[in-house]
């Protein structure tokens, strides 16, 4: 149904949308997922021909935007970030104009009443836009972009600005939309992704950084696994904590521990990740009956959208210079290794910050006894 | 392109322009009516058109000088150039809503040619001679303010430049005037300046003579400054 091909987008000598490429089938939700500039907007705005791309191209039903603008713009319903209302109209009659503006062929009093009713702005109509809050013109925007029934919709952010209930009552429509539209959406929520979208691409510094569903990129983006494990040690004091963390570290396929904080008194948890080969509840287990410690809990925790999601975004590993086709593979290794270097960073600024706690902690229990 | 000049139409209505423009133009085509027509006993409307060149001049870029900058500063031409429409019904779209409500400012003329006849014997002929001067004369006006709209998001920068643009036009025809029996460089800076003016082109039709160079003229000036606005909107699209 949209089929872009190695999109690239300059402003100047700032790339913006560098070769992005992926293809949406008929009926699917697809969801950009971004940090803010990542080039979401950007690609929407070449992917409805408001904007042009510098090279690549953009197939809305096999139609180029570029080529026969009119054609392909007639399949597609835009939201942008800032709906485009003319705020000194009513919606009604805004929603008048945008009929005929998009020369739509069905009934207009009819379709105009399912467009109002489907986002619940039917006793607005007759309102002037400059009087409605952020999430009633968000829903007229939706409403414009409504018309005509398009077989594509865009839309860009579609829930900033509104409530939790509206947010929900969108995510809802949205999905409903899904059923008989193709739809694109961008966010930068992650949960809104999670609960709308069939599959989503995490763009990050104008590049696609990961195509798939939730599982898929959590798949592929990382080989290793996590685990928590609470483990107790002889003496319930900090001594066991640095112990059982060097004993785990030198456990075969942990690459990771991270000592967390004090669940249970006297008992720590800890943060393990491992190469995601071997299996290590055993040899941990093995571990903890020759000393003589106590496994109390054992998790293991994947990696959720949003691990990923910070994983890739917050990583200086994907450059403009990478080609994207090949480089996913050593994109990885690059956040495995920055990600790395960070954690232990903060490991030790929290280890510090540990310490001071709970040396308060153990005066004031002293206070008490 | 349709659906463009209705709204700009409602638009000028609700915002309020229109009526500003309605009642400026009234207000001042009157106030020469009274002065250059009846005052003096004439039937003979030409003295009160050859005034009302500098209404034109001065209320056009109040016409237009939100048509296309709001858009933009409003990102509601997001929804337009996104809209199964080609650039050039929007621009024409919206340049015939402007040439509308001038032509219904202009209309005015007719109301006065009523009073008139109840003094004396209208002459016809330079009426209309001069209305369709004027009608014209707006025309090419409109597309000039309308591509200058087109170059800013700011409506009043949109406005000021219009003016002065038509403004500088105006007066280059007098800066000039001397030239024309100056030397060779002169002589051709008065031609090329007198080729490009709408004043003196204008005042041929005040003056009784009815021009078709002039009035192809003013319609080319409207052609080519509507051309210019499609290649903005286009250019802005590439860049």
Same mark, same amino acid.
């Given at each position: 149904?949209?089929?872009?091909?190695?999109?690239?987008?300059?402003?100047?000598?700032?790339?913006?949308?560098?070769?992005?490429?992926?293809?949406?089938?008929?009926?699917?939700?697809?969801?950009?997922?971004?940090?803010?500039?990542?080039?979401?907007?950007?690609?929407?705005?070449?992917?409805?021909?408001?904007?042009?791309?510098?090279?690549?191209?953009?197939?809305?039903?096999?139609?180029?935007?570029?080529?026969?603008?009119?054609?392909?713009?007639?399949?597609?319903?835009?939201?942008?970030?800032?709906?485009?209302?003319?705020?000194?109209?009513?919606?009604?009659?805004?929603?008048?104009?945008?009929?005929?503006?998009?020369?739509?062929?069905?009934?207009?009093?009819?379709?105009?009443?399912?467009?109002?009713?489907? #986002?619940?702005?039917?006793?607005?109509?007759?309102?002037?836009?400059?009087?409605?809050?952020?999430?009633?013109?968000?829903?007229?925007?939706?409403?414009?972009?409504?018309?005509?029934? %398009?077989?594509?919709?865009?839309?860009?952010? %579609?829930?900033?600005?509104?409530?939790?209930?509206?947010?929900?009552?969108?995510?809802?429509?949205?999905?409903?939309?899904?059923?008989?539209?193709?739809?694109?959406?961008?966010?930068?929520?992650? %949960?809104?992704?999670?609960?709308? #979208?069939?599959?989503?691409?995490?763009?990050?510094?104008?590049?696609?950084?990961?195509?798939?569903?939730?599982?898929?990129?959590?798949?592929?983006?990382?080989?290793?696994?996590?685990?928590?494990?609470?483990?107790?040690?002889?003496?319930?004091?900090?001594?066991?904590?640095?112990?059982?963390?060097?004993?785990?570290?030198?456990?075969?396929?942990?690459?990771?521990?991270?000592?967390?904080?004090?669940?249970?008194?006297?008992?720590?948890?800890?943060?393990?990740?491992?190469?995601?080969?071997?299996?290590?509840?055993?040899?941990?287990?093995?571990? #903890?009956?020759?000393?003589?410690?106590?496994?109390?809990?054992?998790?293991?925790?994947?990696?959720?959208?949003?691990?990923?999601?910070?994983?890739?975004?917050?990583?200086?590993?994907?450059?403009?210079?990478?080609?994207?086709?090949?480089?996913?593979?050593?994109?990885?290794?690059?956040?495995?290794?920055?990600?790395?270097?960070?954690?232990?960073?903060?490991?030790?600024?929290?280890?510090?910050?540990?310490?001071?706690?709970?040396?308060?902690?153990?005066?004031?229990?002293?206070?008490?006894? | 392109?349709?659906?463009?000049?209705?709204?700009?139409?409602?638009?000028?209505?609700?915002?309020?322009?229109?009526?500003?423009?309605?009642?400026?133009?009234?207000?001042?085509?009157?106030?020469?009516?009274?002065?250059?027509?009846?005052?003096?006993?004439?039937?003979?409307?030409?003295?009160?058109?050859?005034?009302?060149?500098?209404?034109?001049?001065?209320?056009?870029?109040?016409?237009?000088?939100?048509?296309?900058?709001?858009?933009?500063?409003?990102?509601?031409?997001?929804?337009?150039?996104?809209?199964?429409?080609?650039?050039?019904?929007?621009?024409?779209?919206?340049?015939?809503?402007?040439?509308?409500?001038?032509?219904?400012?202009?209309?005015?003329?007719?109301?006065?040619?009523?009073?008139?006849?109840?003094?004396?014997?209208?002459?016809?002929?330079?009426?209309?001679?001069?209305?369709?001067?004027?009608?014209?004369?707006?025309?090419?006006?409109?597309?000039?303010?309308?591509?200058?709209?087109?170059?800013?998001?700011?409506?009043?920068?949109?406005?000021?430049?219009?003016?002065?643009?038509?403004?500088?036009?105006?007066?280059?025809?007098?800066?000039?005037?001397?030239?024309?029996?100056?030397?060779?460089?002169?002589?051709?800076?008065?031609?090329?300046?007198?080729?490009?003016?709408?004043?003196?082109?204008?005042?041929?039709?005040?003056?009784?003579?009815?021009?078709?160079?002039?009035?192809?003229?003013?319609?080319?000036?409207?052609?080519?400054?509507?051309?210019?606005?499609?290649?903005?909107?286009?250019?802005?699209?590439?860049?």
């Amino acid at each position: 149904m949209i089929e872009v091909k190695n999109l690239t987008k300059k402003y100047g000598d700032k790339l913006a949308v560098n070769d992005i490429s992926f293809k949406v089938e008929k009926g699917e939700i697809l969801g950009f997922l971004g940090p803010n500039g990542a080039g979401k907007s950007t690609t929407m705005n070449m992917l409805t021909g408001y904007i042009s791309s510098t090279s690549g191209q953009v197939l809305i039903d096999g139609v180029d935007i570029l080529e026969d603008p009119k054609k392909a713009k007639s399949n597609i319903g835009y939201l942008p970030e800032i709906p485009p209302l003319y705020i000194d109209m009513t919606v009604d009659a805004y929603l008048n104009f945008m009929f005929d503006l998009k020369k739509c062929k069905q009934p207009r009093k009819k379709h105009l009443e399912d467009i109002c009713e489907l #986002c619940k702005i039917s006793h607005v109509r007759k309102r002037l836009i400059k009087n409605l809050s952020k999430g009633y013109r968000q829903r007229v925007g939706l409403a414009q972009a409504l018309l005509n029934k %398009p077989p594509v919709i865009i839309l860009d952010e %579609p829930t900033v600005g509104l409530d939790p209930n509206q947010i929900i009552e969108i995510r809802t429509l949205i999905k409903q939309l899904g059923k008989r539209h193709t739809v694109i959406l961008s966010s930068h929520i992650l %949960p809104e992704i999670q609960a709308v #979208c069939d599959r989503i691409i995490i763009i990050n510094k104008g590049q696609v950084a990961a195509d798939g569903t939730a599982d898929e990129i959590a798949k592929n983006i990382s080989n290793e696994h996590k685990m928590t494990l609470r483990i107790e040690g002889p003496t319930h004091t900090k001594d066991d904590k640095t112990k059982i963390a060097d004993a785990l570290r030198s456990i075969d396929g942990i690459t990771y521990v991270r000592a967390d904080m004090e669940r249970e008194k006297g008992i720590y948890d800890y943060d393990v990740e491992t190469d995601g080969k071997t299996d290590v509840r055993r040899a941990i287990n093995k571990l #903890c009956a020759e000393k003589g410690w106590n496994i109390l809990m054992l998790q293991l925790s994947d990696m959720t959208l949003e691990d990923i999601f910070l994983k890739i975004t917050m990583s200086e590993g994907i450059t403009a210079s990478d080609s994207s086709n090949a480089p996913k593979l050593e994109v990885k290794v690059k956040d495995g290794e920055l990600i790395a270097s960070e954690k232990t960073d903060d490991n030790k600024e929290k280890a510090d910050a540990e310490t001071a706690e709970e040396t308060d902690g153990s005066e004031n229990n002293g206070g008490e006894e | 392109m349709l659906a463009i000049y209705r709204r700009e139409m409602g638009a000028f209505f609700t915002s309020g322009v229109a009526y500003v423009f309605l009642t400026v133009f009234y207000l001042i085509s009157g106030i020469f009516f009274f002065n250059g027509v009846l005052c003096s006993g004439t039937t003979d409307v030409s003295p009160m058109f050859s005034s009302m060149f500098y209404v034109v001049m001065f209320l056009i870029p109040i016409l237009t000088m939100k048509l296309l900058s709001e858009e933009k500063k409003n990102k509601t031409d997001q929804g337009l150039l996104t809209a199964p429409v080609g650039l050039w019904d929007i621009v024409l779209g919206k340049y015939f809503a402007a040439l509308t409500l001038f032509i219904i400012a202009e209309s005015i003329v007719f109301i006065y040619a009523i009073i008139l006849s109840a003094f004396g014997n209208v002459v016809w002929q330079t009426l209309f001679g001069n209305y369709f001067a004027m009608l014209f004369l707006g025309a090419a006006f409109i597309a000039v303010g309308l591509f200058i709209s087109s170059l800013t998001e700011n409506q009043m920068a949109s406005a000021v430049a219009s003016m002065v643009s038509l403004f500088v036009l105006y007066l280059s025809e007098m800066l000039v005037a001397d030239f024309e029996n100056g030397g060779t460089f002169k002589k051709i800076l008065f031609k090329g300046v007198t080729a490009l003016a709408f004043y003196s082109r204008y005042m041929e039709f005040t003056g009784g003579m009815f021009s078709l160079p002039s009035i192809i003229f003013f319609i080319s000036t409207a052609f080519l400054f509507n051309f210019f606005t499609v290649k903005v909107l286009e250019k802005r699209r590439w860049s």
